[in-house]
C-alpha cells in the first residue's frame, strides 16, 4: 500500500466510511478517532523516515573503494552481457560504489544497500558477495 493509499484508508475510517466499499459503517462500527489519527501519524512519520533515508542511501558515498568499485563494475558488466541486458539493469553504478565502500559480506548486509531490494538480492547478492569476498581475502593476503 502506498502512502496515499494509507491516508485515504485512514481517513475514511475516521469518517466513519468503509474505505472498500465507500458505506457509512453502522455507529457501534465506527473507529476511535484519536486511535485513527495516532495511526496516521505512526504511518506518515514511518514514511517520512524511509523517505529520508532512502534519499541518503541514494547518493554517491564520499569514499569507496576504488579497486573494489572497478572489479564489482566488471563482474556487473559480465552478468549483463550473459542476460543481454544493460549493465545499469543488473545495477547502476552508485549502488556498486557502496558496495564498494561498506563491502558487505552475508545477503543480510545487502538489505540495507541502496539499489538492493528483495529481488535483487535473490538474483545477484550471492554473486556479488563472492567477489567481495574474494577481493578481502586478496587484499588480507597481500597485507600478511
Known amino acids: 500500500m502506498d502512502i496515499n493509499r494509507a491516508k485515504e484508508t485512514i481517513y475514511a475510517l475516521a469518517e466513519g466510511i468503509d474505505p472498500i466499499t465507500g458505506e457509512v459503517l453502522p455507529e457501534n462500527n465506527v473507529c476511535n478517532k484519536s486511535e485513527v489519527v495516532r495511526a496516521l501519524y505512526t504511518i506518515l512519520n514511518v514514511y517520512e523516515d524511509e523517505k529520508q533515508v532512502h534519499k541518503e ?44 565502500a561498506q563491502k558487505p559480506t552475508s545477503e543480510k548486509d545487502l538489505k540495507g544497500i541502496y539499489g538492493f531490494g528483495d529481488s535483487k538480492i535473490r538474483q545477484y547478492g550471492t554473486i556479488f558477495i563472492k567477489e ?12 600478511d
Request: hydrophobic letters at 35%; zero cysteines.
Open 57 to 100: 542511501n541514494k547518493k554517491e558515498p564520499d569514499h569507496y573503494d576504488v579497486e573494489l568499485y572497478e572489479r564489482l563494475k566488471i563482474l556487473r558488466n559480465q552478468i549483463a552481457t550473459e542476460k543481454k541486458f544493460a549493465p545499469y539493469m543488473v545495477l547502476a553504478n552508485t549502488p556498486l560504489m557502496h558496495l564498494a
Open 132 to 143: 567481495i569476498r574474494n577481493y578481502i581475502e586478496g587484499v588480507t593476503k597481500k597485507h
